[in-house]
Nanobody
Framework: QYQLEESGGGLVQPGGSLRLSCLAS????????FGWFRQAPGKEREGVSC????????NYADSVKGRFTISSDNAKNTVYLQMNSLKPEDTAVYYC????????????????????WGQGTQVTVSS
């Protein structure tokens, strides 16, 4: 059975940092493309970042480039999203996702319909 479990969300002030974690069960993070999406109230879900097999392919949404860093720990079978310099517009529910049909990030954002999903974790950036 495939499962993704996110953690690390919370309330943070603008300019602050959070690190999200995504623990994978039933599959190996090193073999497939994993990443993060987010959905703010009243907005569509958007791709934030992706990491491909063995970390050889990484991409970011323009809105988070230079502030967010995605990484993976194969020993812990966990994918991370380090979020720095957070802004109020980063407020959203963040979802971890896995694409078991691909090892790279080329179509990770567009092929969301076939992904496995976690339950989401709330990130709120507010003073």
């Amino acid at each position: 059975q495939y499962q993704l479990e996110e953690s690390g969300g919370g309330l943070v002030q603008p300019g602050g940092s959070l690190r999200l974690s995504c623990l994978a069960s039933g599959f190996t993070v090193d073999y497939y493309a994993f990443g993060w999406f987010r959905q703010a109230p009243g907005k569509e879900r958007e791709g934030v970042s992706c990491i491909g097999s063995s970390g050889g392919d990484i991409n970011y949404a323009d809105s988070v480039k230079g502030r967010f860093t995605i990484s993976s720990d194969n020993a812990k079978n966990t994918v991370y999203l380090q979020m720095n310099s957070l802004k109020p517009e980063d407020t959203a529910v963040y979802y971890c996702a896995a694409d078991l049909d691909s090892a790279d990030c080329t179509y990770f954002s567009t092929n969301y319909y076939r992904h496995y999903w976690g339950q989401g974790t709330q990130v709120t950036v507010s003073s």
